[in-house]
């Protein structure tokens, strides 16, 4: 369905999960690391589902994805947030999957019995944070919080009639509710999606992260499709052994040189720096070319490198 809306989302979350799939390439993550990473991927994939679902609203609406703000010296994450024309609908978005209960106004696993960190405390206090940073500019808007359930997987017992809450099953009707709301933005609307977007506060995956060491690190060229480092090189391509991925040269070489600068990014990036990272996979000739092509050379003399 073709649409007008508008999406901006932040990159911190993105950035920390590329560390993470880049480490576990090269590196043997331990289990609690890994289980970290497999948990923030399912969160994103399911952020990722609703945000696709939005997108495809036909209405000239402003979706902000993935942004952290600081209010009262509180920093807090919002999923999604929607801007329509008396509206700001606030997504808690969870890719929960298995069956799951609430108790005495706990929620917990089916399976192990096992308490889980109750989602509707997250919402009520994403809501109530958003609602002083916009009293703190004079924005009064409505704010409309939701819990969006993505996985198809996901059974919840004993859920309240009012809990404000869409299901898998329902997220056509969350769909069909904003379609019906209005949504006719003036440039008020864009100064508040700017001002949101002002008070984003970047931060930094690295802090979060297992300590690693460049010697620790498998050296070689990963494929792209499956993070396998088992590669054959050839004259023009780099072929995967594990699932047959083929990709040029050059683009394989760019792609190593990337992953080097965001593991490394204080480590100087040249020819004979990547050459080592590719283990040696490469003609440095063509290696070159491709730093030249895609970077600015940085003349210091025997420290030259590319930026």
Excluded at 24 to 36: A, C, D, K
Excluded at 144 to 166: I, K, R, S
């Amino acid at each position: 369905m073709c649409h007008d809306s508008s999406l901006f989302e932040t990159s911190y979350r993105t950035t920390e999960l590329t560390l993470l799939k880049l480490l576990g390439s090269r590196f043997v993550l331990s289990e609690e690391t890994n289980n970290y990473y497999l948990s923030k991927l399912k969160g994103y994939e399911g952020e990722c589902y609703l945000d696709s679902l939005l997108a495809t609203l036909t209405s000239n609406s402003l979706i902000l994805c993935d942004v952290l703000f600081e209010q009262n010296n509180t920093t807090f994450q919002i999923d999604t947030l929607l801007l329509a024309q008396k509206t700001i609908y606030l997504f808690e978005v969870k890719n929960l999957e298995g069956d799951y209960y609430i108790k005495n106004g706990d929620w917990f696993r089916k399976s192990t019995g096992k308490a889980i960190t109750n989602p509707v405390h997250q919402l009520k206090r994403c809501e109530t944070l958003l609602r002083s940073l916009l009293h703190s500019r004079n924005i009064k808007m409505e704010i409309e919080p939701y819990l969006v359930f993505t996985n198809p997987l996901f059974t919840l017992y004993h859920a309240p009639l009012d809990l404000c809450a869409y299901f898998p099953g329902q997220l056509n009707s969350l769909l069909k509710k904003l379609t019906q709301a209005p949504f006719d933005l003036n440039g008020s609307h864009q100064q508040l999606g700017q001002f949101l977007l002002s008070r984003h506060v970047y931060d930094s995956p690295y802090g979060r992260l297992p300590e690693y060491r460049y010697d620790d690190l498998q050296k070689g060229v990963t494929c792209r499709k499956c993070m396998s480092l088992n590669v054959t090189v050839t004259r023009y391509t780099t072929i995967c052994n594990a699932c047959g991925h083929t990709e040029q040269n050059t683009s394989s070489i760019l792609h190593a040189a990337k992953d080097l600068k965001l593991l490394f990014p204080d480590r100087l990036l040249n020819v004979h720096a990547l050459d080592h990272w590719c283990d040696h996979l490469y003609h440095r000739k063509v290696i070159q070319q491709v730093l030249r092509t895609n970077y600015n050379l940085i003349k210091k003399g025997k420290y030259s490198y590319y930026l």
